[in-house]
């Protein structure tokens, strides 16, 4: 277990629907970050939180948006799906400045049908 | 110039052998360069790290053997072994933000 708790596990859902995926990160980390692996694929980052607020962006769609709560749980909220977002969605959180390495959930594995 | 090149994709090595994996960037404000071992079915896990201040950095059977001036970076995989297998990806980060993932190598250690 590394800390980093992801739920649910496993989605499956149709195209164009909603969907909320959960983060809570390891004791003590203070950023949150979500990155998407598709099949085959390396890790693209989306975004990053700190304490509660947005730090960086990366090639994160419209459609999706995320956000970090006052106890540091982050979701990460996919709408008007497509079969194109299917992935393994990773999470993973770090203490901050000077802390610089990762630690990652598990994953939640999207399949949009 | 975000970008971290990342080779091979895949990589065969016999048991007892040695397994390495190459990496670029463009970027001189990245600060910290770390190695992530991600088996099947789990999120990535980090290996080892290095900062550009040192030449190379060794933790048992794994080292990162670093060239700044080149702006290159590989991770050595010594007396590799079936139990090694797994996807590897090297990365690149500037204060303490943003990881920028290589694409990864798919090892596997023949026994």
């Known amino acids: 277990d590394s800390g980093v708790t992801q739920t649910p596990k496993h989605l499956i859902t149709a195209t164009g629907q909603r969907v909320t995926l959960r983060c809570s990160p390891r004791?003590?980390?203070?950023?949150v970050y979500w990155y998407q692996q598709s099949l085959d694929q390396g890790l693209q980052f989306l975004i990053q939180y700190y304490n509660g607020e947005e730090r960086a962006k990366g090639n994160i769609l419209e459609r999706f948006s995320a956000q970090q709560f006052p106890d540091l749980h982050s979701e990460l909220n996919l709408s008007s799906l497509e079969l194109g977002d299917s992935a393994l969605y990773f999470c993973a959180s770090s203490g901050g400045a000077g802390t610089y390495g990762y630690t990652f959930g598990s994953g939640t594995r999207l399949t949009v049908v | 110039q975000q970008q971290v090149k990342q080779s091979p994709q895949s990589l065969i090595v016999q048991k007892g052998g040695i397994s390495i994996i190459n990496c670029a960037y463009e970027n001189t404000a990245f600060d910290y360069f770390p190695w992530y071992q991600q088996f099947p079915g789990k999120g990535p896990a980090l290996l080892i790290a290095?900062?550009?201040?040192?030449s190379e950095k060794k933790e048992g059977r794994f080292t990162i053997s670093f060239n700044k001036s080149a702006k290159q970076f590989s991770l050595h995989i010594m007396d590799s072994q079936p139990g090694d297998s797994a996807t590897y990806f090297c990365a690149a980060n500037t204060g303490g933000f943003k990881t920028i993932f290589g694409a990864g190598t798919r090892l596997f250690v023949k026994a």
């Open positions: 004791s003590g980390d203070l950023s």
């Open positions: 290095i900062r550009p201040d040192v």
